[in-house]
C-alpha cells in the first residue's frame, strides 16, 4: 500500500483536506491525523475491514480496545450501554480535552472494537482536523495513537509517515503536536481508577469526583 501524505493547517482545517480523508475513511481506510494529544490513527469502527485494518497498522494485539472519538455528548450516548453521574461529572468538566473515559459499551459497537471486552473508551478532542473530520462524515471515529504498538507515539506527521509508510492509506501532516497525550480513566466499576497518565492529573480527576 502507497502511503500518501498531505499538509494541514491545524487551527484553520481547509475543506478539501479533510474531504480527502473522510473518503478515505468511508472506503475503509486508515487515516492519521493531528490531534490536542498527539497524532491519531482514524478510521471507520463499524466496518469490521477497518477495524482489522487498524490493528493490522499498529501490529496491536486484538484483545486490546480501540478507543473511539465523539463530537458531543449525544453520540456518546448513542455508543455506551449507560453511562452513570461520573460520566456527565468529567464530560462536563474536562470535555472536549485530553481525557479518556472508559465505560459500557452499547450492542451496537462492534466487539471487535472493544477488544472482546464489552467497554469502550470514548474522548471528545479539542482539534479542529478531528472535530471536522467527525463533522462531515457524522459518525464516531476510532482514534488510537499513530505508532508501531511498543514504539513511542509520533509528535509529527513526517515521523508518522517514516514510521508507518506502506500501513496507511493517507497521513495529514499538521506540524508537531505537542501535546503529552491524553488521561485514560475507567468509570466501569464501583471505583473509579487511573488507566493511563496524561496530561489531566490524577489528583484533578479526584477533586472533581469526590462526594459533595
Known amino acids: 500500500m502507497a502511503t500518501d501524505l498531505v499538509e494541514i493547517n491545524p487551527e484553520d482545517p481547509q475543506l478539501e483536506v479533510l474531504e480527502r480523508a473522510a473518503a478515505a475513511v468511508r472506503r475503509g481506510k486508515v487515516v ?9 490513527l482514524v478510521a471507520d469502527p463499524f466496518n469490521l ?4 485494518g487498524v490493528f493490522r497498522a499498529k501490529g496491536r494485539e486484538v484483545h486490546r480496545s480501540l478507543p473511539l472519538l465523539v463530537d458531543d455528548l449525544m453520540m456518546a450516548e448513542d455508543l455506551a450501554a ?6 456527565y461529572i468529567l464530560a462536563r468538566r474536562f470535555w472536549p ?9 452499547s450492542a451496537k459497537v462492534p466487539l471487535k472494537v472493544t477488544g472482546n471486552t464489552g467497554r469502550l473508551a470514548l474522548r471528545q478532542s479539542r482539534s479542529k482536523t478531528a472535530n471536522g473530520l467527525l463533522t462531515l462524515l457524522n459518525q464516531p471515529l476510532i482514534a488510537t495513537s ?12 513526517i515521523d508518522v509517515f517514516g514510521m508507518m509508510d506502506g500501513r496507511l492509506d493517507l497521513v495529514v501532516d499538521g506540524g508537531v503536536c505537542a501535546g503529552p497525550g491524553s488521561t485514560t480513566v475507567d468509570i466501569t466499576e464501583p471505583y473509579w481508577r487511573m488507566i493511563k497518565a496524561g496530561v489531566i492529573e490524577e489528583k484533578e480527576i479526584a477533586e472533581c469526583l469526590q462526594p459533595s
Open 97 to 105: 480535552g485530553p481525557l479518556t473515559i472508559i465505560v459500557p459499551a
Open 49 to 52: 475491514g477497518a477495524v482489522t
Open 82 to 87: 449507560e453511562l452513570n453521574n461520573r460520566f
Open 32 to 40: 492519521a491525523i493531528p490531534t490536542d494529544a498527539l497524532y491519531t
Open 146 to 157: 499513530a505508532n508501531i504498538s511498543g514504539h513511542p507515539t509520533c509528535r509529527s506527521g
